[in-house]
């Protein structure tokens, strides 16, 4: 009887051994598996604000609530050269940092105008990939675009 229970509380110890590793990390890392970017989760935070603030939740939900940030980081992992994800990961790296130089001024519109800025590049990406994922979100294809199935209604007097 003492046998059968020792080797059920050995297979027991075994399985919760096997099943550590994957409590143990992650506590700093994205939140989606990413391939070629290496993103930590404050990085993730801080391109969730960014996106926040390309799309402002109103009477529709923002860019964080949508979870476009987690869209972004896919499509600039995925679609992306490896020059542009460079970009990108320094862009994120140096936003805090160029973001002090813009107190009290209305920052994204200047970083758009200006293609000499650093951020240029990095601004591009996140904001076209963006309005991207928010133009092919569930909530903007349910409750914005009127989807009608092919061939539509019929309509007798459409001249042809």
């Known amino acids: 009887m003492q046998r059968r229970t020792a080797v059920k509380q050995l297979f027991f110890i075994a399985g919760g051994i096997v099943l ?13 598996a990413l391939r ?5 989760a404050e990085q993730e935070n801080l391109l969730a604000e960014i996106v926040e603030s390309i799309i402002p939740e ?4 923002g ?15 995925d679609c992306h050269s490896e020059e542009d994800q460079q970009v990108f990961v320094q862009g994120l790296k ?18 758009e105008k200006d293609k000499a800025h650093p951020l240029f590049g990095f601004f591009m990406m996140t904001k076209r990939r963006t ?14 675009v009127i989807y009608e199935l092919v061939p539509g ?3 007798g007097y459409a001249k042809v």
């Open 58 to 61: 109103t009477d529709s939900p």
């Open 153 to 155: 209604r019929y309509n």
């Open 20 to 32: 550590f590793p994957s409590c143990w990390g992650g506590a700093n890392e994205a939140s989606i």
């Open 94 to 111: 140096d936003w805090d940092q160029e973001m002090n130089n813009f107190v009290g001024k209305s920052y994204l519109t200047e970083i």
């Open 131 to 144: 309005i991207q994922g928010y133009l092919n979100s569930e909530y903007v294809m349910r409750n914005k």
């Open 63 to 77: 860019g964080r609530a949508l979870h476009l940030h987690l869209f972004v980081l896919k499509m600039i992992d």
């Open 36 to 40: 070629k970017l290496h993103i930590n």
